[in-house]
């Protein structure tokens, strides 16, 4: 049974105070508070077993989207909604069926790469947690680091825990901000290639947000987010010429990623 998510005429703001009147902008009140506007009556619906790149410059809103989307943070105005079968819900009853990869990864620091994995499937009462975990370790390529904490891991390494741990309970949909960011090519390619396939085997939904044209070109659709508005783009329109270059001597062999 497939499902969706939502997002209808959505826009967001953020108010903050402006103490230093030369860099306020003109949408700055009296009372020195200005109005940062990222989007306006946004729409766009995700649905199950598709993927989806969110590119654009920097600041232009995709984490801020990413959350959206998810219902981790809500709209100030707007909304958002999960439509499951003939069924439509609030997206705050989404929480136990995403798996999100931060953009700064979010490890709890005094757990080991295991117990951070085994994490959401003890919060489920899965008595088979760090069996599970154990092997998704293995998948993201970091068996022998089971025992350190993500302070004795490599941003990279820390990048492969986290993504491990949004994926070990098979959620209906993956959100993933600049996952591949703190990766050098062949590691990103691997990684890239292991969320891909993962996606695909469990049927969930995949939404990336990155500034890679590699990545971005991995899904099946693409949008730009840039200057409040978001477009879809034509994938044969995003031309990965300079990461292609990195990437010419890696030879990427799918058949190699290991089923889920
Ligand atoms: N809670 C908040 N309060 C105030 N401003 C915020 C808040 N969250 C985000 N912003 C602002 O919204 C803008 C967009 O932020 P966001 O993190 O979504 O951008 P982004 O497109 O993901 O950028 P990057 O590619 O650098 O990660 C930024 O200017 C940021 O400062
Ligand atoms: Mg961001």
């Not at 989007?39 to 969110?54: D, V």
């Not at 920097?58 to 959350?67: H, R």
């Not at 700064?104 to 994490?119: D, G, K, S, V, W």
């Amino acid at each position: 049974m497939s499902c969706s998510i939502e997002l209808k005429n959505v826009s967001q703001s953020f108010q903050s105070n402006c103490s230093d009147s030369n860099s306020c902008e003109s949408n700055t009140s009296k009372n020195n508070v200005s109005t940062i506007t990222l989007f306006e009556n946004l729409n766009l619906s995700i649905s199950q077993g598709q993927s989806y790149a969110i590119t654009g410059p920097s600041g232009a809103g995709k984490s801020s989207l990413l959350m959206l989307l998810s219902g981790l943070e809500k709209p100030s105005s707007g909304q958002g909604c999960f439509n499951n079968d003939n069924h439509t819900s609030a997206l705050d009853n989404l929480r136990s069926e995403i798996g999100f990869i931060f953009q700064q990864f979010h490890l709890l620091p005094e757990l080991t790469a295991l117990h951070n994995i085994a994490l959401p499937l003890k919060l489920r009462g899965d008595k088979q947690a760090i069996k599970k975990a154990k092997h998704w370790l293995a998948k993201v390529g970091l068996s022998k680091r089971a025992n350190h904490k993500p302070s004795q891991l490599s941003g990279g390494e820390q990048q492969r825990v986290a993504i491990a741990r949004a994926l070990v309970f098979s959620p209906k949909f993956i959100f993933a901000d600049e996952p591949t960011g703190n990766l050098d090519q062949h590691n990103a390619n691997e990684i890239a290639d292991i969320l891909f396939a993962c996606c695909q085997e469990n049927n969930a939904g995949l939404v990336i947000v990155t500034h890679s044209n590699v990545l971005a070109s991995k899904a099946q659709n693409i949008y730009s987010l840039a200057n409040g508005e978001l477009t879809k783009t034509n994938a044969s329109l995003i031309t990965p010429i300079f990461e292609e270059q990195q990437v010419e001597k890696v030879v990427i062999n799918t058949a190699q990623v290991a089923p889920c």
